[in-house]
C-alpha cells in the first residue's frame, strides 16, 4: 500500500511559495531548453461541451508529476471557459505516488512565474512600469506575483470590465487602474497580457521602442496583432508552441515564415542564448504552458506542505 499526501485548493495555494516557484520554474525552463526533461505531447478526450487533457512530464530533479484538466463552457460567463483539475507527484526514482493537489491555484503561478521570468530576462533594465492587462484568474495571479516579487514597481491594470480591474489592482501595493488598455500599454517597458481574448487587445502602435511583452492568454485567439508578432524577436517555452496547431501551440505563432526563429526562454536562462540584443528592440514571450512547470510548481508545493505538516494523508 502507498500513502499520499492530498492538498485541498487552499493548501495547495498556500504551499506555493512565489520565490521558490520562480526558482523551480526557471530550472524547468533551462531543462527544457537543453532537452532534458521527457514530456510527450499532449492529449485531450473531447466531449460535446470541452475536453478532458492530460499532460505528464518528468524534470531531473525535480520529480515526476502529470495533470488532468477539463476546459468546459462557463455558462455563467458567455465567450469564457472553466479549467478546473488535480495535479498527481510521483517519487522519480520508484515511481510510489506522493501526492495529490488541486491544479488551477498551481496552473496560475506556474504561468505567473515564467512570465515573470521572461520579464527578468527580456525586458530593458531600466523598464520601470509594468501594465497588466486583464482581470480574471491568471492576471491576477501574475499580479499577485508581482506584489511578492517586486512591489515597489508601478503596475497598471486594465480590462474589460473596470470594477474587477480595481479589485485587481488592489492586489499589488503600486496598483493602479487604467480605464482604457492603450493607457495602461502606452509608456509600459513591460506588458503582461492575461485575458481570455479571441480577437487582439494589444496593437503594435500601442508599443514604445524596446516594450517586452508577456502573452500567456489567448487559449480561444490572438491577444496579440499580427504587427507587434511581426516586429518582435519571439520567445517561448517549447518549439511547439509555434509547430503546432492551437490549443496547444499560440495562435499568434501560427504559420510563421521559415526565417522567423522562436527562441526557447530556457536558453536565455541557460546563458546559451543572449535574449535582448539592444535597447530599441521589442521582446515577445509566447507562453501556451508546458507539462514541465507543472512537475516544477508541484515539487515546491509538495515540499512547502511536507515541511508544515499540512494536507491529508490518504493510503491506497
Do not use: Y
Amino acid at each position: 500500500m502507498s500513502e499520499i499526501l492530498f492538498l485541498d485548493g487552499a493548501q495547495t495555494r498556500a504551499a506555493l511559495d512565489p520565490r521558490r516557484v520562480l526558482d523551480a520554474v526557471a530550472t524547468a525552463l533551462v531543462a527544457i531548453g537543453r532537452d532534458e526533461v521527457s514530456v510527450p505531447p499532449r492529449i485531450a478526450a473531447h466531449t460535446p461541451h470541452g475536453l478532458l487533457g492530460a499532460m505528464p512530464g518528468h524534470v531531473p530533479g525535480l520529480g515526476l508529476a502529470a495533470k488532468l484538466v477539463s476546459v468546459f463552457a462557463d455558462p455563467a460567463r458567455p465567450g469564457r471557459s472553466s479549467h478546473r483539475g488535480i495535479v498527481a507527484l510521483f517519487d522519480e526514482t520508484d515511481g510510489r505516488p506522493l501526492a495529490l493537489m488541486d491544479a488551477e491555484p498551481l496552473t496560475e503561478i506556474r504561468t505567473a512565474a515564467a512570465a515573470t521570468l521572461s520579464a527578468r530576462a527580456l525586458a530593458r533594465p531600466d523598464a520601470d512600469r509594468v501594465a497588466v492587462i486583464g482581470t480574471g484568474a491568471q492576471a491576477r495571479a501574475q499580479i499577485a506575483l508581482l506584489a511578492a516579487v517586486a512591489p515597489e514597481t508601478p503596475v497598471s491594470v486594465a480590462g474589460r470590465d473596470p470594477g474587477r480591474a480595481g479589485s485587481a489592482a488592489a492586489l499589488h501595493p503600486a496598483g493602479n487602474v487604467e480605464e482604457r488598455i492603450e493607457d495602461a500599454v502606452r509608456g509600459a517597458g513591460t506588458v503582461f497580457c492575461c485575458t481570455g481574448a479571441v480577437l487582439p487587445v494589444i496593437r503594435r502602435a500601442w508599443l514604445a521602442p524596446g516594450t517586452h511583452i508577456s502573452s500567456v492568454g489567448g487559449s480561444h485567439g490572438p491577444e496579440l496583432d499580427a504587427e507587434t508578432v511581426r516586429d518582435a524577436t519571439l520567445f517561448a517555452e517549447w518549439h511547439g508552441a509555434a509547430t503546432t496547431r492551437p490549443p496547444s501551440g499560440a495562435h499568434e505563432l501560427q504559420d510563421l515564415p521559415p526565417e522567423r526563429r522562436v527562441t526557447l526562454l530556457g536558453s536565455v536562462l541557460g546563458g546559451e542564448h543572449p535574449g535582448r540584443r539592444d535597447e530599441d528592440e521589442l521582446t515577445l514571450f509566447k507562453s501556451t504552458g508546458h507539462a514541465a512547470l507543472d512537475v516544477a510548481a508541484a515539487h515546491v508545493a509538495f515540499a512547502v506542505a511536507r515541511a508544515e505538516a499540512w494536507g491529508t494523508r490518504i493510503t491506497l
